[in-house]
Nanobody
């Protein structure tokens, strides 16, 4: 049924950039707000960024604001996370997720989750 598949993770040096993608299938993509979350080893999952179905509402965690940009292409059923000026503390598994409400996404109350993609930032 519903599938969210992240890609674009990898190993980068501090100060570098990565662009994560999340391709959705099995749902009406434009009906959903989308979000990005991350979980570092030994830590709880944390919210990174969210975007409303039409992109008119964006929300970022303080740690991401100014460095990360969330965007979406509804024609491609894909949400993106552009990550710039990466820091070692950004190292985590990054997940995309979906809910009809962007506020629920911000709160981590998502209906669907991807499998995650590893981002490792070396110093």
């Amino acid at each position: 049924q519903v599938q969210l598949v992240e890609s674009g993770g990898g190993l980068v040096q501090a100060g570098g950039s990565l662009r994560l993608s999340c391709a959705a299938s099995g749902l009406t993509f434009s009906n959903y707000a989308m979000g990005w979350f991350r979980q570092a080893p030994g830590k709880e999952r944390e919210f990174v960024a969210a975007i409303r179905w039409n992109g008119d509402y964006l929300n970022y965690a303080d740690s991401a604001k100014g460095r990360f940009t969330i965007s979406r292409d509804n024609a491609k059923n894909t949400v993106y996370l552009q990550m710039n000026s990466l820091k070692p503390e950004d190292t985590a598994v990054y997940y995309c997720a979906a809910h009809s409400s962007p506020f629920a996404v911000v709160a981590g109350r998502c209906d669907y989750w991807g499998q995650g993609t590893q981002v490792t930032v070396s110093s």
